[in-house]
T-cell receptor, first 110, second 115 residues
């Protein structure tokens, strides 16, 4: 049970912002939202996570709606190296279970 | 700092053979997990551990065994390999979620083919 819904694929022009949506309408109050990406068949790479507030780091920004039922990952200036599958995951604060869905395949176009 | 190390990187087995996929981490993480990833799909949790001596089943545990005798190591055993277990296997580790909810760190994967 992945608990999240993401579009199957998206395109983004190089240099533009990539906005990747995620629906997690059944999220519980103690569940965090995590974003990972996977390039080719490498191990997933952590991007960012949050609970209620918006978060920003050197890679991306995470915008979580006030009702926490959805979120958006923003890559501010997409490059060709950002082409990957992006996974949105919810994780119980007390558990070790990360449930990956099928993710969004992002293609950055030159 | 090596992070999460998985061995071997590639393996071919015959149906019915057994083998152990190794996973080691040097970050003193209490939590460790095993996932499998089939072509075109996301990762699915096989087994996980919240500390030495403690393991539990994930989404797809059938056909696999795990043990956790040390904090560093979390081997995954295939008891009798079947073609349906052909997949890429990833190991991951993290501190307990209470510690700032630090993310999982993943290994580079083991690509396993069962003939």
């Amino acid at each position: 049970d992945a608990k999240t819904t993401q579009p199957t694929s998206m395109d983004c022009a190089e240099g533009r912002a990539a906005n990747l949506p995620c629906n997690h309408s059944t999220i519980s109050g103690n569940e965090y939202v995590y974003w990972y990406r996977q390039i080719h068949s490498q191990g997933p790479q952590y991007i960012i996570h949050g609970l209620k507030n918006n978060e920003t780091n050197e890679m991306a920004s995470l915008i979580i709606t006030e009702d926490r039922k959805s979120s958006t990952l923003i890559l501010p200036h997409a490059t060709l190296r950002d082409t990957a599958v992006y996974y949105c995951i919810v994780r119980v604060n007390t558990g070790n279970q990360f449930y990956f869905g099928t993710g969004t395949s992002l293609t950055v176009i030159p | 700092n090596a992070g999460v190390t998985q061995t071997p990187k590639f393996q071919v087995l015959k149906t019915g053979q057994s083998m152990t996929l190794q996973c080691a981490q040097d970050m003193n993480h209490e939590y460790m997990s095993w996932y499998r990833q089939d072509p075109g799909m996301g990762l699915r949790l096989i087994h996980y551990s919240v500390g030495a001596g403690i393991t539990d089943q994930g989404e797809v545990p059938n056909g696999y065994n795990v043990s956790r005798s040390t904090t560093e190591d979390f081997p995954l055993r295939l008891l009798s390999a079947a073609p349906s277990q052909t997949s890429v296997y990833f190991c991951a580790s993290s501190p307990p979620p209470g510690q700032s909810n630090q993310p999982q760190h993943f290994g580079d994967g083991t690509r396993l083919s069962i003939l």
